[in-house]
């Protein structure tokens, strides 16, 4: 599977909350305690979105920013409103808030939303990607918020499947909008990297048996030492590290959706059998995947029924 598809299908977004944010005046929006991914798409005027650890991020009308793993922000007009100023919104109808000073014209209309990750590996996932995603101008992000909105505060049919799919997507194509070389160390920064591109669909791949660094480093026509030290710098990680954990992080997907036994999983991540897989699987997670099973499933089974 392609690799960026691949880490977004096992992250699994569920739809939660979509909104529109409607804001004049002197105003600020503050939320903390989330623990949720994030995305906003300015429709019009502009904002400033500050997050904790991160310079403030001045957003323009037809500007997109996704932030997959955020705890808490603010966002606020471009002249800060004075100390003591209410920043509770104020509901105006179903999915649509509005903040500033009453009576104040609208100046800034955003589509804002949060989903969830229904993945026990949310952290090791989130891990190969950047913490924000900022896209100025992409038609198509824009072109698309509106239509989960839609579907959010619909009633039709398949709704959560098309949610799903929509959010997918959505993630995606984020994700593949930015400058890929100028990422901090992590998968897309990685893809971006014509001669590693080869070898990391090969490690993502389905049948990602008997991997070395020496066949990597021939799927990208480079020396060993070559690949080795330029997959490090791109990933972040040596290429048989980066590709253990993922063969783990796909074998925890298939032991917590069932149906399948150790030997068809072994199969499927790359091992000859099951006590080869049953013993890399106690060595990386410290339990036999029985355990682990044991362990999470009740977890799993939460996190998807989970409106």
Not at 34 to 41: C, D, L, Q
Not at 219 to 235: D, H, K
Not at 286 to 306: Q, Y
Request: aromatic share 4%.
């Amino acid at each position: 599977m392609d690799p960026l598809a691949s880490v977004v299908a096992l992250l699994r977004p569920r739809p939660a909350v979509a909104k529109v944010v409607e804001a004049g005046g002197r105003w600020r929006v503050e939320r903390s305690g989330m623990a949720s991914p994030f995305y906003a798409a300015i429709v019009e005027g502009r904002a400033r979105l500050s997050v904790k650890g991160r310079a403030p991020l001045m957003l323009d009308a037809g500007d997109f920013v996704l932030i997959p793993d955020l705890d808490s922000f603010s966002m606020e007009s471009d002249l800060p409103p004075p100390p003591g100023a209410s920043r509770v919104p104020l509901e105006t109808g179903p999915g649509r808030v509005r903040v500033g000073p009453e009576g104040a014209p609208v100046e800034m209309r955003a589509l804002v939303g949060h989903c969830r990750f229904a993945t026990v590996d949310r952290a090791l996932l989130l891990s190969l990607l950047p913490e924000v995603i900022h896209v100025p101008g992409q038609e198509r992000l824009m072109a698309l918020v509106p239509v989960i909105h839609d579907e959010t505060r619909s009633d039709r049919p398949a709704r959560l499947m098309i949610l799903e799919r929509l959010l997918e997507v959505m993630m995606i194509e984020a994700l593949r909008s930015g400058p890929g070389p100028t990422r901090p160390p992590g998968l897309l920064r990685g893809l971006a990297d014509p001669r590693l591109i080869a070898a990391l669909h090969r490690i993502h791949s389905g049948a990602a048996s008997g991997l070395t660094v020496a066949g990597l480093a021939r799927e990208a026509g480079l020396s060993r030492s070559t690949f080795f030290e330029r997959f490090r710098t791109a990933l972040g990680c040596a290429p048989m590290e980066y590709a253990a954990t993922w063969r783990m992080a796909v074998a925890r997907d298939l032991l917590l959706r069932g149906g399948l036994t150790n030997a068809e999983i072994a199969h499927r991540v790359g091992y000859g059998s099951a006590s080869a897989f049953g013993m890399a699987f106690a060595r990386h997670q410290g339990m036999s995947p029985g355990a682990f099973v044991a362990r999470h499933a009740g977890e799993e089974e939460e996190a998807l029924s989970r409106p």
